[in-house]
C-alpha cells in the first residue's frame, strides 16, 4: 500500500508544479493510462509468444512468463509477493 501512496505523492507533487508553472499534463488522464496499459501488456507479447511457440497453451505461458505479477503488480492486501505454489504436495513432518 505504501508504494501506491508514495505514487500518488508524486503525482499530486507534479500536478502542483505544473499548475505553478502554467502547463498542462501532456495528454488527458484516460489516453495516459490507456498509452500504459498497453506499454505494460505489450511487454508481455514477446515472452508469452515464445512460450506458445514452443507448445504451450496460452494460459500456461501467461503463467511461465509471470505477466500477472507484472501486469498487476502486488495487490492491496497480498501480503506475500510469490503466487502460492505448492513446492512440495506432502511437506516432511517435523519430529521433536
Same mark, same amino acid.
Request: overall charge positive; hydrophobic content about 45%.
Given at each position: 500500500? *505504501?508504494?501506491?501512496?508514495?505514487?500518488?505523492?508524486? =503525482?499530486?507533487?507534479? =500536478?502542483?508544479?505544473?499548475?505553478?508553472?502554467?502547463?498542462?499534463?501532456?495528454a488527458p488522464p484516460l489516453v495516459a493510462l490507456v498509452g500504459?496499459?498497453?506499454?505494460?501488456? =505489450?511487454?508481455q507479447i514477446v515472452p508469452v509468444a515464445k512460450q506458445v511457440?514452443?507448445?504451450?497453451?496460452?494460459?500456461?505461458?501467461?503463467?511461465?512468463?509471470k505477466c500477472a505479477s507484472h501486469v498487476f503488480g502486488m495487490?492491496?492486501?497480498?501480503?506475500?509477493?510469490?503466487? *502460492?505454489?505448492?513446492?512440495?504436495?506432502?511437506?516432511?513432518? *517435523?519430529?521433536?
Amino acid at each position: 500500500m *505504501k508504494v501506491y501512496l508514495l505514487s500518488l505523492g508524486a =503525482g499530486l507533487l507534479v =500536478g502542483v508544479i505544473y499548475s505553478l508553472i502554467n502547463v498542462r499534463s501532456p495528454a488527458p488522464p484516460l489516453v495516459a493510462l490507456v498509452g500504459l496499459l498497453g506499454i505494460l501488456v =505489450g511487454e508481455q507479447i514477446v515472452p508469452v509468444a515464445k512460450q506458445v511457440i514452443n507448445g504451450h497453451s496460452l494460459a500456461a505461458a501467461w503463467r511461465q512468463a509471470k505477466c500477472a505479477s507484472h501486469v498487476f503488480g502486488m495487490l492491496p492486501g497480498d501480503s506475500d509477493p510469490t503466487p *502460492k505454489q505448492a513446492a512440495h504436495p506432502n511437506p516432511p513432518e *517435523k519430529t521433536s
